[in-house]
């Protein structure tokens, strides 16, 4: 009764990497018709045998949905009452407390043989690193991070893990270079910005500043941002616009980090896009103000029609944008693709194919010149999407057709290109 739920929480995360590039993510679930099921369920019978599963259930949808400070009051509570619990909800109550500016939590006294204390040296040694160092405690992060790489090379190998330990050398390295100068290593900024749709607020949009890293003590991928699951795992600070699309953010380490923006679907499914890669973002001052993030219309495609069938040189066809000089077109060739699968259970990859650019109007016509990665056609039987970018006198980047919220693996407006071989007719034949 406490697991199966109609999604009703989605956020679109767009997450700027430092090279200039973007990733999507699309994050379902039914937190909040979860987490009301859970309250009614624990006022109705408070003394369930079921209550502990009650009570965990409760915060971990909290923490789903970004409310830390509530999952840490549940699990506070659980570990009251039932303080035989430890494994996963004393995990979860760490992982709440951090993500909620409470680093202290982590390090909390604990007998040296609790289960907190034996995964503070093993995989939770890199987030304990990351409290000490948000607490001014050198020495502390120093062992830690000696611990995690300790831990590391004691395991399995895997494909990130010479990654993780080249992040926890570098970031031993800065503390030791801080020590040298005799520089604090917990100095933090405030950061602030306004999020709008043109030119009208967005409430509601997350933002996180994060510093991503592999960390192959995770049993789970740690290379994508998945939502409040990585806020502490990548020592993110967070924040919620209100109603003038205003965030700020407090008690920010100084460092170098890169934006996450999540907006809400209701938002992202209007056809607004983020018009230009946001570059890393550098907090060494006590207060920074970030340019406001402007969304604006996406580029209208026109034709083909999604899952329609073309000849092996279709024309493509798109609204012409408002301030656009010029366009460039990308077609990516899917594969994995599973048409019978509803619109967000789209799990298919992406390989560039053709590009063309300084494309003078809102039309062209796929040629055998810009073909690329090896490709020289269009394959019959393969399915195909199309991106559209528009850009102004200046060659700068105003507007793309990409829409967040189309697919969870990639996130773009999908066409089929295939040629009906039996009656060898497409729907752009003139």
Known sequence: MLRRYHPDVAYT?????????WRRSLDLDGNTARLRQCKRFLRAYPWSAYRPAALLTLAQSQFEIWDFHGATATLKQLLREYPYLEGYPTILAVLAALADHDPAAVLAPTPPDSFLAQWRRTQGALLAAIAAERLGLPYRALGFYAAYEDYLRSQHQTAWTPSSLRHSDSASSRIVHSLKLGLPINHTGTVTLQVFAEHQPIAGARVALVRPHYDAALPTDSRQFTGAWTIPAWNGVWGVSDRNGRVRLEKVPYGSYELVIGLPLHVSRRGYVISRAI???????????LPAIRLVPAVCLLSP?????????PELRWKAYPGAAHYSVSILALTHWKSDLPEFCHQARATTCWVRTSIPASKVRVDSAYFINGHTQLTPGTVYMWIVSAYDNSNRLIASSEHYHDLLEPTFKSVRFRRNRKEDYCNDAP
């Open 305 to 313: 029609k999604p899952g329609t069938f073309v000849s092996a040189t």
């Open 279 to 289: 570059p890393p973002i550098k907090v060494n001052r006590p207060e920074i103000f």
């Open 13 to 21: 995360y767009i997450h700027f990497t430092s090279d200039g590039t």
